[in-house]
């Protein structure tokens, strides 16, 4: 199947600082990339769609300016947590729609706690 | 109603065994349908898509839709221990790409 890369892995931030996720799709193009979040034993939650050229498409109580989505090419979209705090501490997963396959390809996500 | 429901389990079965995962979704019109294994810590990987009624079979895995029921269905034959592990069930919109995920239903698998 088609290749999601997701960086970093895992990280660890202080409160009030900034950390910026990065989602590529390696062998394809992605015009849509998607950004979940995943507290322990839950199911994924849709953050956001990100559309290649245009702004990102929030879900209902996901703060826009705290969750900033920049989907710069066609390969490459990235989630940046502003003013990170102790309960924004997740895993947050993105996957991009593979067209040519009609399937959705998952990134290996990225642990983030904040203290 | 939630768009796709899924027993959360846990669901265990004994190795060797087939276990059986079962999907309900709320909008009819929807076309496409998948399964997903997620192991814990792990982000989730495709094992199934489904499109027709009917049943799709690959190896060990057989996904079962029935449209009018508006069910899906996975089953795993000789179920292994490292099987156990949650199996999200994901269904495409109509519009947009955006897929909606269940719950996940947790099966362990005991040797």
């Known amino acids: 199947g088609a290749v999601v890369s997701q960086h970093p892995s895992w990280v660890i931030c202080k409160s009030g600082t900034s950390v910026k996720i990065e989602c590529r799709s390696l062998d394809f193009q992605a015009t849509t990339m998607f950004w979940y979040r995943q507290f322990p034993k839950k199911s994924l939650m849709l953050m956001a769609t990100s559309n290649e050229g245009s702004k990102a498409t929030y879900e209902q109580g996901v703060e826009k300016d705290k969750f900033l989505i920049n989907h710069a090419s066609l390969t490459l979209s990235t989630l940046t947590v502003t003013s990170a705090h102790p309960e924004d501490s997740s895993f947050y997963i993105c996957?991009?729609?593979?067209?040519?396959?009609?399937?959705?390809?998952f990134g290996q996500g990225t642990r983030l706690t904040v203290v | 109603q939630k768009e796709v429901e899924q027993n959360s389990g846990p669901l265990s079965v004994p190795e060797g065994a087939i276990a059986s995962l079962n999907c309900t979704y709320s909008d009819r019109g929807s076309q496409s349908f998948f399964w997903y294994r997620q192991y814990s810590g792990k982000s989730p990987e495709l094992i199934m898509s489904?499109?027709?009624?009917g049943d799709k079979e690959d190896g060990r895995f057989t996904a079962q839709l029935n449209k009018a029921s508006q069910y899906v269905s996975l089953l795993i034959r000789d179920s292994q221990p490292s099987d156990s592990a949650t199996y999200l069930c994901?269904?495409?919109?109509?519009?947009?790409?955006?897929?909606?995920f269940g719950p996940g239903t947790r099966l362990s698998v005991l040797p």
């Open positions: 996957s991009a729609f593979d067209s040519r396959n009609t399937e959705a390809f």
């Open positions: 489904i499109y027709s009624n």
């Open positions: 994901a269904v495409k919109r109509n519009y947009g790409q955006n897929f909606v």
